[in-house]
């Protein structure tokens, strides 16, 4: 991921994309971007990529303590199903 932030919040929005939290469209910051720069590093192991990208999302992204494991489901399914989308 580029170090480029959104420079403003028209931009910010942008760079949204809802995905289902516990049967609930929620909208994250920046996941295209953390889940690529995620990618690149190559961390192998699912609990590595997890935390990594954990980390990167909760920059952009308010993660409510109670629902953190759900998000980490939900956010570690876009990046599998990511993978499958560019195919081999």
Same mark, same amino acid.
């Given at each position: 991921?580029?170090?480029?932030? +959104?420079?403003?919040?028209?931009?910010?929005?942008?760079?949204?994309?809802?995905?289902?939290?516990? @049967?609930? #469209?929620? !909208?994250?910051? #920046?996941?295209?971007?953390?889940?690529?720069?995620?990618?690149?590093?190559?961390? !192998?192991?699912?609990?590595?990529?997890?935390?990594?990208? #954990?980390?990167?999302?909760?920059?952009?992204?308010?993660? +409510? +303590? @109670?629902?953190?494991?759900?998000?980490?489901?939900?956010? #570690?399914?876009?990046?599998?199903?990511? @993978?499958?989308?560019? @195919? +081999?």
């Amino acid at each position: 991921m580029s170090d480029v932030k +959104p420079c403003c919040a028209a931009e910010a929005l942008r760079r949204i994309r809802q995905i289902p939290i516990n @049967g609930i #469209m929620t !909208g994250i910051t #920046m996941l295209d971007e953390c889940i690529a720069d995620v990618k690149k590093q190559n961390l !192998g192991n699912e609990s590595a990529v997890s935390e990594a990208l #954990m980390k990167k999302i909760r920059v952009y992204n308010y993660v +409510p +303590p @109670g629902v953190a494991e759900a998000y980490t489901r939900a956010i #570690m399914e876009e990046y599998n199903k990511s @993978g499958r989308e560019r @195919g +081999p």
